[in-house]
């Protein structure tokens, strides 16, 4: 896959380390914007208990998970530890690539079949440890809940600015309204929370 990545133009291979060597520092030390985590070198608790995911977004680094899984669970955990994206390593390359564009972008990246996953997990057998969420009492405007579809299918501000004719600083502050309504941290948590409790159906995408 890095081999492959190597020869797409606009995409720079700072540096390849496995499960063994992997360290934050490598991170520091390379500066890569977007790390393409594949979980199945991982232990994934192992890897959430340290808070290692959560580390990248300290040092401005976006994470892409691969997997050749799609476990709902695992997806949600990873999302909410601080990931940007979670897609199966079968995924074409020019998928990938433009998963990677987006997630450095600002944007957030699912796997179709990962969506569908944690949409049917979460309706019908939720996990006990998924955190839960502000509940159906949250009001907010047919606006907000356009936006927030639109980042439940990964759009970035600019695309979403250029999807509904806004300017870039009205989206930017229906986010930030959208994470005290809903209660959430980041971007990623809102994709999720789009996700899971079904606003992706509330935005039309081109």
Do not use: W
Request: proline share 5%; net charge negative; hydrophobic share 40%.
């Amino acid at each position: 896959m890095m081999a492959v990545l190597c020869g797409i133009p606009g995409i720079d291979v700072v540096v390849e380390f496995d499960t063994e060597s992997y360290s934050p520092r490598l991170l520091r030390d390379h500066r890569p914007r977007v790390l393409l985590m594949d979980l199945d070198g991982f232990d994934t608790e192992d890897l959430l208990s340290r808070h290692l995911v959560s580390q990248t977004d300290q040092m401005g680094v976006k994470v892409l998970a691969l997997s050749a899984s799609l476990d709902a669970g695992t997806a949600i955990k990873v999302l909410l530890g601080g990931a940007q994206g979670f897609l199966h390593k079968d995924t074409p390359v020019q998928v990938l690539v433009d998963a990677i564009r987006a997630v450095d972008r600002g944007g957030v990246a699912l796997d179709p079949q990962v969506a569908g996953e944690l949409v049917s997990t979460l309706r019908y057998n939720v996990p006990n440890e998924t955190p839960a969420g502000p509940g159906d009492t949250v009001k907010l405007t047919p606006r907000q809940r356009q936006i927030l579809g639109l980042i439940g299918h990964g759009l970035t501000n600019v695309e979403i600015a250029d999807q509904l004719q806004l300017g870039r600083p009205t989206v930017k502050t229906h986010i930030s309204s959208l994470l005290r309504a809903l209660d959430l941290r980041d971007r990623t948590q809102l994709a999720v929370y789009a996700c899971t409790h079904g606003f992706r159906a509330h935005a039309a995408v081109p």
